[in-house]
């Protein structure tokens, strides 16, 4: 499931009525949030209860307007409306989710989806972005709201920067709609129907053939969100869950894979419930067995699970690791000694930059690697042991 969100005036809803058009199932909150509340419904009879028949209309209807003069200056009564009306619109929103085919690309518009939260229950967030003076000019012209109500609305929401973090695909909505149109095209053909797909058939995402990249100051805010959207898949348990890998150096050039290192009590354990659970969320098991050379190189293999990304989008290393295991320790030690050594971070570029040049297409690079990370290794080790490095 897909979740789209935008500001007021983003245009959002000409995003949601195109993703329809192309085929998508749409779940729309806000209708969901006036049926849960409609007359003769529980839930409206539990806001009388809470709030009295003051928030009632004359034909017996919710009075919104009433209601929201109650709650908006008044956290403590905000958060007794949101208990009564936010659960009921979860079950009717995973109701109507379960009642589509199962081939079905579902998306829920969700105007506040950064704001309460759900941005981890997704297997992908979608953000229409609209500067805010465009915003404010269409609010007008298509609402007929005044200038103030206009910006006291925008500002009520999350600002551009929030809802930018939350997004997996950003749709810029500052030109004209044949624009927009092509942008919802793309991402459809692209990225959510070959997603659906891939969740569907338990397959990770074959992306191109990934270069060397220049660092990209977004990829800790990236796997901040695969990290969520894992923990949500997860729980109530509550695993360790660590960005490490080449991306997790702030600096340092690398593929532009994410590399996300999750520690489990035992590998049977990551073969159970947590394998189901990874895989429905987005991010299937790799096919085959797999390990981490060991360090220094020798006999032996440290075993762990390798899991994916269903995301064309997005390419993803999962590595599942039992705590306190060479690997896992390996894998922490590496990150953190090149985030404490800039000469360290240099020679590991310089090293990957001529290794980028002799096997572009990384068939050696586990051989040819092994001499200079034996290396780096010892040097992490001696590093370790005089700053008191503890994983």
Do not use: C
Not at 52 to 69: E, H, I, W
Not at 118 to 146: K, N
Not at 174 to 184: F, I, K, Q
Not at 379 to 391: K, L, N, S, V, Y
Request: glycine residues 8%; charged residues 25%.
């Amino acid at each position: 499931m897909a979740g789209l969100t935008g500001g007021i005036g983003s245009g959002k809803s000409a995003v949601s009525a195109r993703l329809a058009e192309r085929g998508a199932v749409l779940i729309d909150a806000d209708r969901i949030a006036r049926e849960v509340v409609a007359p003769g419904t529980p839930g409206l009879a539990e806001i009388v209860e809470a709030f009295s028949p003051r928030v009632l209309a004359a034909d017996g209807s919710l009075d919104r307007a009433a209601l929201g003069a109650v709650v908006f200056a008044d956290e403590a009564a905000r958060r007794r409306l949101e208990a009564i009306t936010h659960p009921r619109v979860r079950a009717r929103t995973a109701e109507l989710a379960a009642a589509a085919a199962p081939d079905a690309v579902v998306v829920n518009d969700v105007p506040l989806l950064v704001e309460v939260g759900l941005v981890p229950t997704y297997h992908l967030v979608i953000v229409v972005e609209t500067a805010v003076p465009i915003r404010l000019e269409r609010l007008a012209r298509d609402r007929g709201m005044d200038r103030a109500e206009a910006e006291r609305r925008v500002a009520a929401q999350a600002d551009d920067a929030r809802r930018r973090a939350a997004a997996d695909a950003l749709l810029s909505n500052d030109g004209s709609l044949a624009e927009l149109y092509t942008a919802v095209d793309a991402l459809w053909h692209d990225r959510l129907l070959p997603y659906e797909r891939n969740v569907r058939e338990r397959r990770v995402a074959r992306p191109r053939q990934v270069q060397l990249a220049e660092y990209d100051p977004t990829w800790p805010q990236q796997y901040a969100r695969l990290a969520a959207r894992i923990r949500h898949a997860l729980g109530p348990t509550d695993l360790r869950i660590d960005h490490i890998g080449p991306t997790a150096v702030p600096g340092l050039a690398g593929r532009d894979v994410i590399d996300v290192q999750l520690t489990v009590p035992s590998l049977a354990e990551a073969d159970g419930t947590i394998a189901h659970r990874l895989a429905d969320a987005g991010f299937p098991r790799m096919p085959g067995e797999w390990w981490d050379d060991p360090r220094p190189a020798g006999s032996g293999r440290w075993e762990k699970r390798l899991h994916g990304s269903a995301d064309p989008g997005r390419a993803v290393n999962l590595h599942v690791r039992v705590a306190d295991s060479p690997g896992w320790r390996y894998a922490l030690l590496m990150r953190d000694h090149l985030r404490a050594d800039p000469g360290q971070r240099a020679a590991y570029l310089l090293f990957k930059q001529e290794l980028a040049a002799s096997a572009p297409d990384g068939a050696d690079f586990p051989t040819i690697r092994d001499p200079w990370f034996d290396e780096e290794y010892l040097r992490a080790e001696e590093w370790a042991a005089q700053t008191g490095w503890r994983p």
